[in-house]
């Protein structure tokens, strides 16, 4: 008979609701922006849990919550976590069930008397989304080292308000050095976001690679005029514009192959008046793909199309980076670890790449990182319908808990 601890299931499932009731909409999802009042909530639940287990929690300089437990040795941390922030009405397992997991495996350790040579360190990062701030992993860019506090801090938001500001708002403004800690090795338990392993019928995912990020904000000014009088090849239509570069998203993807993603997922006109010719129109551009070449290919692509729409359409073109970030690979050795803890637990298991940005990309850069995916249903995810199995959530958890206790050892 196997010897080794189990998580409890009942435990994480519950913890998983009540989290979930944070922020939650009448819909079932969740709104849980970064530095919202509903992220305090969260954080706040979250550090109750945290002390009660008997970690020593820790608060960092961009809002980053940890939970340490001593190892044998002194010698740098195994980390795993996730966040807890969430897009506009996403769902309730982005995110939070990596932190609640990592949660439920010290809590496991603590119960059975379990000790572990390394430390172990729990983390939810701060803004992880992007959705209210940019750039999105803004707290483990600033963990690593690859974003100042100063500049964390200084970040405005997409609704005017500062990153700073808020942060000390919600009294998560800690003390705690940035860029302080070396963990030996990262670990992210994260839900699939997409259809893979449930199509085939796979339990987990060791992830190998996450896509590359590119975000800019596109801004076409050109003449706003009477939509009745003003003749259409006189016009100066910044919203046509707009509508031209939005179609040729898909083309840009469809072109560059299966692994491409274009999407332009937020869009403003001004004066935004039903008979008024749209004088500026503002958009968003969120490319990604696993391979870096490729993504350069496709911004390349894409500055040349906007620049022949806007000489076409006569209107002038102002473009902003707010987020750049390289594919990462996943260390071979980590990701060897979860396969043979999948193993152990009579999971199946397959080797996987992620669509979607996570922390573990950033902590990849400077330490070795693996991620462990579990099957979203219907590949739903940031939309209240998101779920996944508590079979599903469960197993996810215990490939969690014994990869992390290979690596402590």
């Known amino acids: 008979m196997d010897a080794l601890p189990r998580i409890d299931s009942s435990r994480l499932l519950r ?20 530095l919202s009042d509903e992220d305090k909530l969260g954080r706040d639940r979250l550090l109750a849990w945290m002390k009660e287990i008997g970690l020593d929690v820790r608060v960092d300089r961009v809002g980053n919550l940890f939970g340490f437990r001593r190892g044998a040795a002194d010698e740098s941390p195994v980390l795993f976590g996730s966040h807890l922030d969430t897009v506009r009405n996403g769902g309730r397992y982005d995110g ?51 974003l100042s506090v100063e500049e964390a801090l200084a970040v405005t938001g997409f609704d005017g308000s500062n990153f700073g500001d808020e942060l000390r708002r919600i009294g998560y403004a800690g003390d ?6 070396r963990p030996y090795a990262c670990v992210e338990l994260h839900v699939e976001q997409g259809p893979v392993l449930e199509k085939e019928g796979i339990c987990i995912g060791a992830v190998e690679a996450i896509t590359g990020i590119s975000w ?10 009477h939509a009745g009088t003003t003749p259409m090849d006189l016009r100066r239509d910044a919203g046509l514009a707009a509508a031209r570069i939005v179609a040729y998203l898909r083309d840009l993807a469809t072109d560059l192959g299966p692994a491409q993603r274009a999407t332009c997922g937020m869009i403003a006109f001004q004066p935004n008046v039903i008979n008024v010719i749209p004088g500026e129109a503002r958009l968003s551009v969120d490319l990604r793909n696993t391979d870096e070449a490729v993504l350069r290919q496709a911004e390349a692509r894409l500055a040349a ?14 473009r902003r980076r707010l987020v750049d970030v390289a594919p ?6 980590v990701v060897a670890v979860i396969e043979a803890a999948a193993a152990s637990l009579g999971l199946s298991c397959r080797r996987m790449n992620s669509g979607a940005g996570h922390d573990a990309q950033i902590l990849a850069r400077h330490f070795p990182t693996a991620m462990i995916f579990i099957p979203s249903q219907g590949g739903v995810s940031h939309s ?24 402590a050892q």
């Open 216 to 225: 800019q904000e596109v801004t076409l000014r050109g003449a706003a005029n």
């Open 384 to 407: 209240p319908a998101e779920s996944s199995t508590p079979e599903d959530l469960t197993a996810g958890a215990n490939v969690l808990l014994r990869t992390v206790l290979e690596l």
């Open 328 to 333: 990462a690979r996943c260390d071979p050795a």
């Open 305 to 318: 199309f906007i620049e022949r729409v806007a000489a076409e359409e006569g209107v002038e073109v102002e």
């Open 96 to 146: 939070a069930y990596g932190v609640l997991a990592a949660l439920e495996v010290l809590q496991t350790l603590q119960e059975g008397g379990i000790q572990t040579r390394r430390p172990l360190l729990m983390a939810a990062f701060t803004n992880e989304e992007g959705a209210r701030y940019a750039p999105d992993m803004q707290g483990s860019l600033a963990f690593v080292g690859d």
């Open 15 to 34: 913890r998983l609701d009540e989290l979930g009731r944070l922020g939650g909409t009448p819909a079932g999802g969740v709104s849980r922006l970064a």
């Open 176 to 181: 705690f050095p940035c860029a302080s800690i």
